[in-house]
């Protein structure tokens, strides 16, 4: 069973610095791109970044490009999300996710999604 | 960057109506397209990829049709189970980007 455990939400005061993580279990994790994707309470669903398997791929939305950097770490079967100088319009409910397509250098689509770990972003 | 356009932004249907959801892109992204539904306080989940692949498991009352620009989600007949929000999004593989729709909320009338 594929599993996402997302960790490391809280509250945060603008311009500081948060490290999320994901730990995944229940598939090849270094077969797979993963992604983040976040939730802003009672808005949509925006993807924030993704990274291919190798790490070789790398995108970002631009809401988040320069102040956040994704990576990964196969052996630990782990992904992670440095956000710095974080900002109020950042709170939101972070999902992991993995992509669907094995193997690629891009990304496609979201088969799995963890449950969500919460940033506040507030002074 | 591509943009992604739902509509209706809310519904409200009956149990038992047949339901179409369209979601538009700025510009053609052939069928590279996925249909999500999402129910309150839980993850999205995957019902359609490449714009009419049914998802494993996904109930055959979901459909998903279009390519180019212009997409449809059809629920054919509404279940109790069917009311939540639901997301198209694409991936563009030249800019390493998905992005979603704005969502769809498909209300009890």
């Known amino acids: ?123 | 960057d591509i943009q992604m356009t739902q509509s209706p932004s809310t519904l409200s249907a009956s149990v038992g109506d047949r339901v179409t959801i369209t979601c538009r892109a700025s510009q053609s992204i052939s069928s590279w397209l996925a249909w999500y539904q999402q129910k309150p306080g839980k993850a999205p989940k995957l019902l359609i990829y490449k714009a009419s692949s049914l998802e494993s498991g996904v109930p055959s009352r979901f459909s998903g049709s279009g390519s180019g620009t212009e997409f449809t989600l059809t629920i054919s007949s509404l279940q109790p189970d069917d009311f939540a929000t639901y997301y198209c999004q694409q991936y563009n593989s030249y800019s390493l980007l998905l992005t979603f729709g704005g969502g769809t909320k498909v209300e009890i009338k």
């Open chain 1, 1 to 123: 069973e594929v599993q996402l455990v997302e960790s490391g939400g809280g509250l945060v005061q603008p311009g500081r610095s948060l490290r999320l993580s994901c730990a995944a279990s229940g598939f090849t994790f270094d077969d797979y791109a993963m992604h983040w994707v976040r939730q802003a309470p009672g808005k949509g669903l925006e993807w924030v970044s993704g990274i291919s398997w190798n790490s070789g791929s790398i995108g970002y939305a631009d809401s988040v490009k320069g102040r956040f950097t994704i990576s990964r770490d196969n052996a630990k079967n782990s992904l992670y999300l440095q956000m710095n100088s974080l900002r109020a319009e950042d709170t939101a409910l972070y999902y992991c996710a993995k992509d669907m397509m094995e193997g690629s250098s891009s990304w496609y689509y979201i088969d799995y999604w963890g449950q969500g770990t919460l940033v506040t972003v507030s002074s």
